[in-house]
């Protein structure tokens, strides 16, 4: 990748929880091509991880901020700036967490306020971020704001469960959003969907080591890794996707318009 693609650049990097995470990947490419950025999570996942070990590695400064909270997304966005000295040029959103799917909660048998929980850390947060970027004037024009998301939202996965209307659901809000923040700052709104990846979120669900397995053999070019991913991620934060915006864009080594592949055909036949 060419150096310096985000020389000059300012962000904030979400969800960022260890080295498996693909936030993780994307501060430290992010910081190889010349930006600068905040780092944060929500506090209780700052105890869990190793956020200060990176934040080290980058140079950067971490903002313990509950996604779901308004009062620290605001608090967040006006220490960023005032931190990176200026406005921001990217954001990204890596945040995903279903109490349904944690504690093993059957599909047909949900617990609703954890739902509503589910909706509200992996979706509503998304919206939540916007607004008050938008309020605080904090992106600057031709910004670039980023979420992560999954097939999940247009397929079925049994044990994904309440995360697939998560994602189904943040999805929109970037198509949403994205209409207005371009019309009102120039800012694009996008969305990755990745290929399953092993990251602390994805190893929760449920026989996520055969789906993956799977998953590699019906994508032609096989499973996108974190670290590919990062690199998607920069090319979306750069200046040469300027008129990229309200994608949802595929990132899964080609799963996504397979209807079988050979490999697949031979591990069935054993």
């Given at each position: 990748?060419?150096?310096?693609?985000?020389?000059?650049?300012?962000?904030?990097?979400?969800?960022?929880?260890?080295?498996?995470?693909?936030?993780?990947?994307?501060?430290?490419?992010?910081?190889?091509?010349?930006?600068?950025?905040?780092?944060?999570?929500?506090?209780?996942?700052?105890?869990?991880?190793?956020?200060?070990?990176?934040?080290?590695?980058?140079?950067?400064?971490?903002?313990?901020?509950?996604?779901?909270?308004?009062?620290?997304?605001?608090?967040?966005?006006?220490?960023?700036?005032?931190?990176?000295?200026?406005?921001?040029?990217?954001?990204?959103?890596?945040?995903?967490?279903?109490?349904?799917?944690?504690?093993?909660?059957?599909?047909?048998?949900?617990?609703?306020?954890?739902?509503?929980?589910?909706?509200?850390?992996?979706?509503?947060?998304?919206?939540?971020?916007?607004?008050?970027?938008?309020?605080?004037?904090?992106?600057?024009?031709?910004?670039?704001?980023?979420?992560?998301?999954?097939?999940?939202?247009?397929?079925?996965?049994?044990?994904?469960?309440d995360m697939a209307q998560a994602k189904a659901m943040l999805e929109s809000i970037a198509r949403s959003y994205g209409e207005r923040f371009a019309r009102l700052k120039n800012v694009r709104v996008n969305t990755i969907s990745q290929s399953p990846t092993m990251t602390t979120a994805g190893s929760g669900v449920g026989g996520f080591d055969v789906f993956m397995d799977y998953a590699d053999k019906m994508s032609p070019l096989g499973n996108a890794s974190a670290e590919a991913c990062a690199e998607y991620c920069l090319t979306l934060f750069s200046d040469f996707t300027k008129m990229v915006t309200m994608q949802n864009l595929m990132h899964d080594g080609g799963f996504s318009y397979s209807g079988i592949t050979d490999r697949l055909v031979e591990q069935l036949k054993k």
């Open positions: 990748m060419a150096s310096d693609l985000l020389k000059g650049k300012r962000g904030i990097i979400f969800g960022a929880l260890n080295e498996d995470s693909i936030a993780w990947k994307v501060a430290q490419k992010a910081k190889e091509q010349g930006a600068s950025f905040t780092l944060t999570n929500a506090p209780i996942a700052l105890r869990m991880g190793a956020i200060n070990q990176l934040a080290e590695e980058c140079g950067s400064e971490v903002i313990p901020a509950d996604a779901t909270s308004v009062e620290d997304l605001e608090a967040l966005f006006s220490k960023s700036t005032e931190v990176l000295g200026g406005k921001l040029d990217f954001v990204l959103h890596s945040i995903g967490m279903s109490p349904n799917v944690r504690k093993g909660k059957d599909y047909g048998d949900l617990n609703y306020d954890w739902m509503l929980k589910t909706m509200d850390i992996s979706a509503i947060s998304f919206h939540k971020v916007m607004a008050v970027a938008e309020k605080q004037d904090a992106m600057n024009e031709w910004g670039s704001i980023l979420a992560l998301t999954y097939i999940a939202a247009q397929r079925t996965f049994p044990d994904y469960s």
